[in-house]
């Protein structure tokens, strides 16, 4: 029999700022049977320009920013649900977008940090966490070895610490591009346990077969009703879903070779053969396009003039989701400020080094 494997119920902002709505998924997580429930901890300006452009969801289209707005909710909101979750005999933990939120959740005491694979390269926010004495989950969707390098450089004295989530970030993300053989390897290459947080949409087949691969870790959203308000609900799983992917994990723990054939005949050698991949870290087909947009970069927060000197707060490490453009990456920060502009900026717009003047030519 192999070892238990850790499974979060991904709640996020399922809740949509109810708390009974957030007690309730809570309820759902432990009825079937997760292991920790996970949230967000959200402040639009942490994560979006204003501008960043709209989002559709069943209710309609609406501002992405402003639906980000209404999801930020006093630490009170999560001290509760921590200590619901404690009732149920969930262990939590949450994900922080940035300095703010991560001081919030630090005061919540979780059982483990979760840093979304967006912000696999907010080089400040890890930095950060890598001080803090809690575990840590990394996701590492749109993203290529080197930056996933990148990311656990701060966390290179506290491996025994840290895991490490394979996840293809697209939503729903496709099985058959999971490349899910790639997961011994990450193991091998970075030292540090592994996992996957799955997007897709069958509560079995990722699942299964990553725990058969050597995932440690599972983590998939869980919601109340599919056709709900919640940013992630049409791609999470209902509680009945969850219910059978934890089923079907637990029985891979106990007889893995059976749950391998049983997949094999419920959708094809060929199918399950793709789903696996060729164990090459590489981005995903679906996730090409969304390479350095969905990851963090550089964007101004306001319009500025030639010639004006670029201040901390003209500038932050964003998204660059949707309508905006993307700027350089988060490490050429210390770059930018101070710096004076050759060319007009227009606020969100992302902030690249062709925009500066030489460091230097201006007063201090």
């Given at each position: 029999?192999?070892?238990?494997?850790?499974?979060?119920?991904?709640?996020?902002?399922?809740?949509?700022?109810?708390?009974?709505?957030?007690?309730?998924?809570?309820?759902?997580?432990?009825?079937?049977?997760?292991?920790?429930?996970?949230?967000?901890?959200?402040?639009?300006?942490?994560?979006?320009?204003?501008?960043?452009?709209?989002?559709?969801?069943?209710?309609?289209?609406?501002?992405?920013?402003?639906?980000?707005?209404?999801?930020?909710?006093?630490?009170?909101?999560?001290?509760?649900?921590?200590?619901?979750?404690?009732?149920?005999?969930?262990?939590?933990?949450?994900?922080?977008?940035?300095?703010?939120?991560?001081?919030?959740?630090?005061?919540?005491?979780?059982?483990?940090?979760?840093?979304?694979?967006?912000?696999?390269?907010?080089?400040?926010?890890?930095?950060?966490v890598s001080?803090?004495?809690?575990?840590?989950?990394?996701?590492?969707?749109?993203?290529?070895?080197?930056?996933?390098?990148?990311?656990?450089?701060?966390?290179?004295?506290?491996?025994?610490?840290?895991?490490?989530?394979?996840?293809?970030?697209?939503?729903?993300?496709?099985?058959?591009?999971?490349?899910?053989?790639?997961?011994?390897?990450?193991?091998?290459?970075?030292?540090?346990?592994?996992?996957?947080?799955?997007?897709?949409?069958?509560?079995i087949l990722?699942?299964?077969?990553?725990?058969?691969?050597?995932?440690?870790?599972?983590?998939?959203?869980?919601?109340?009703?599919?056709?709900?308000?919640?940013?992630?609900?049409?791609?999470?799983?209902?509680?009945?879903?969850?219910?059978?992917m934890v089923?079907?994990?637990?029985?891979?723990?106990?007889?893995?070779?059976?749950?391998?054939?049983?997949?094999?005949?419920?959708?094809?050698?060929?199918?399950?053969?793709?789903?696996?991949?060729?164990?090459?870290?590489?981005?995903?087909?679906?996730?090409?396009?969304?390479?350095?947009?969905?990851?963090?970069?550089?964007?101004?927060?306001?319009?500025?003039?030639?010639?004006?000197?670029?201040?901390?707060?003209?500038?932050?490490?964003?998204?660059?989701?949707?309508?905006?453009?993307?700027?350089?990456?988060?490490?050429?920060?210390?770059?930018?400020?101070?710096?004076?502009?050759?060319?007009?900026?227009?606020?969100?717009?992302?902030?690249?080094?062709?925009?500066?003047?030489?460091?230097?030519?201006?007063?201090?």
């Amino acid at each position: 029999m192999g070892k238990t494997t850790f499974i979060i119920a991904e709640i996020g902002t399922s809740h949509c700022a109810s708390l009974e709505k957030a007690k309730a998924l809570v309820d759902a997580a432990k009825k079937s049977g997760a292991s920790a429930v996970k949230f967000q901890i959200v402040y639009a300006d942490e994560i979006l320009h204003p501008k960043t452009g709209f989002v559709r969801l069943p209710t309609g289209n609406i501002p992405l920013y402003e639906r980000f707005k209404e999801l930020e909710v006093p630490l009170s909101f999560y001290e509760e649900l921590r200590a619901y979750s404690y009732e149920k005999g969930l262990l939590f933990g949450a994900s922080p977008f940035g300095l703010k939120s991560l001081e919030e959740l630090c005061r919540l005491n979780p059982d483990f940090i979760k840093i979304a694979s967006p912000e696999l390269n907010h080089y400040p926010l890890l930095e950060a966490v890598s001080k803090i004495n809690i575990p840590v989950i990394l996701s590492s969707g749109v993203s290529l070895l080197g930056d996933i390098e990148k990311a656990l450089f701060y966390f290179q004295d506290r491996k025994d610490t840290i895991s490490l989530l394979h996840c293809i970030t697209q939503y729903p993300a496709p099985e058959d591009e999971y490349n899910l053989s790639l997961l011994p390897s990450l193991k091998n290459i970075f030292g540090v346990k592994v996992g996957v947080s799955d997007h897709s949409l069958n509560p079995i087949l990722v699942p299964v077969l990553s725990y058969l691969q050597g995932a440690e870790i599972i983590e998939k959203h869980i919601c109340l009703d599919k056709t709900e308000e919640g940013l992630d609900d049409p791609v999470a799983l209902s509680p009945k879903e969850f219910k059978t992917m934890v089923d079907a994990i637990r029985m891979a723990e106990k007889a893995p070779k059976k749950m391998y054939k049983k997949c094999i005949k419920s959708y094809g050698k060929a199918y399950v053969k793709a789903v696996l991949g060729t164990g090459e870290k590489k981005l995903a087909a679906s996730e090409k396009a969304a390479y350095t947009k969905t990851n963090r970069s550089l964007h101004y927060m306001r319009d500025m003039e030639v010639g004006e000197i670029i201040q901390e707060k003209d500038i932050s490490i964003l998204r660059t989701e949707k309508i905006l453009t993307v700027g350089e990456s988060p490490e050429f920060l210390s770059l930018f400020v101070g710096s004076r502009l050759q060319t007009k900026v227009i606020s969100g717009e992302g902030a690249l080094v062709e925009h500066l003047i030489a460091k230097g030519n201006h007063e201090k």
